[in-house]
């Protein structure tokens, strides 16, 4: 028998949703761990709210599971819930309420700890507006305000879905921090178009295209590629043997991506040796990394 993963907060397998028999999520499965922050990241129409949404229990899938800490969301979603935070793409504030009677509100609703309104609202940098109305709040405290209700019952899983939509760069800056420091403590979901949201937040991320995942893989994990372009070109053979190289792609029968071995950088030596062996070098240059490539390559096709 397989030993339970403790660590493992969220696990979702082979979510499969169509509307009207137009298929959204084809085959999602996520696996989230506390102290990590996931990014789940898809041009427009991907299927990112679809899959949030099933993730909260807020939509059935066709097939496919949800366990929450080990409890299946679908059999038993009250108490699968317990341990769930969300913040969905419109929050659901209401305007004529103070900060502090909604953020009661939401600590009845999920049966909070009676100490926990002082502490969230520390936490969420909203200590000095209690007795404000919510409306009256900038877009970038209302959704600090959308974050404290989704974390003021201290859960494992918190889920954002696109949480930076319609911020000012400053406010995206300040709810990004935040962000990455409930990482520390909860495992977090963080929906979002944007690449660089990614990079600055999350440790790790999926890609969905059309409703399917495409690519999953940790965010700034290896090293950064090189690429290389030669009028004599070496063999693959030849460059791959260069001290410091882990790999070799070749792009074209002039272009190369070089892949370093983690720590080092082989620039040096390739320029050296294609002077000493004549493969008259034309540019070398950092890659973009696969991440930025892929995406690039999705939002491409999708617009
Ligand atoms: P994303 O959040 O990545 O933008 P969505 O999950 O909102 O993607 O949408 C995925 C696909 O499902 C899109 O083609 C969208 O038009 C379709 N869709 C989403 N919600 C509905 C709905 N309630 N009824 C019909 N089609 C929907």
């Known amino acids: ?14 979510l499969r949703r169509s509307y009207g028999g137009r298929v ?11 102290g990590e922050v996931l990014g ?3 041009p427009n129409g991907a299927g990112k709210s679809t899959t949030m949404r099933m993730l909260t229990g807020n939509l059935l899938p066709d097939s496919g599971t949800v366990s929450l800490c080990g409890v299946d969301l679908f ?6 819930k317990e341990g769930l935070g969300y913040l969905p793409e419109i929050p659901p504030l209401y305007r004529d309420m103070s900060v502090d009677d909604y953020l009661k509100f939401a600590m009845k609703l999920h049966r909070a700890r009676t100490d926990a309104l002082a502490e969230t609202k520390a936490r969420c940098g909203l200590a000095d507006v209690g007795k404000r109305l919510i409306g009256s709040l900038s877009k970038g405290y209302q959704q600090r305000v959308g974050i404290a209700q989704a974390i003021i019952h201290d859960p494992d899983v918190i889920i954002l879905d696109e949480p930076t939509a319609g911020l000012d760069p400053n406010q995206i800056r300040e709810v990004r921090t935040l962000i990455r420091e409930l990482g520390d403590r909860h495992g977090v979901i963080l929906s979002t178009h944007i690449l660089s949201e990614v990079e600055g937040v999350c440790d790790r991320v999926q890609i ?17 590629p090189i690429e290389a ?3 004599n070109p070496p063999s693959v053979d030849e460059l791959a043997g260069i001290e410091g190289m882990a790999s070799v792609e070749a792009l074209s029968p002039n272009l190369f991506r070089l892949h370093p071995v983690k ?3 082989p620039t040096e030596s390739v320029v050296r040796l294609a002077s000493e062996r004549n493969w008259k070098l034309q540019r070398i240059s950092p890659a973009r990394n696969s991440l930025e490539t892929i995406f690039a390559e999705l939002t ?4």
């Open 300 to 303: 491409r096709e999708a617009s």
């Open 263 to 265: 720590g080092l950088d």
């Open 229 to 231: 372009g030669f009028n």
């Open 1 to 14: 028998m397989d030993t339970p993963d403790s660590s493992l907060v969220l696990h979702a397998r082979d």
């Open 75 to 80: 059999e038993k979603p009250l108490r699968a």
């Open 208 to 224: 969905l295209h059309r409703g399917r995942q495409v690519y999953c893989g940790e965010v700034g994990g290896g090293q950064q």
């Open 40 to 42: 789940f990241l898809g």
């Open 24 to 34: 959204a999520v084809d085959g999602v499965s996520i696996e989230l761990r506390k």
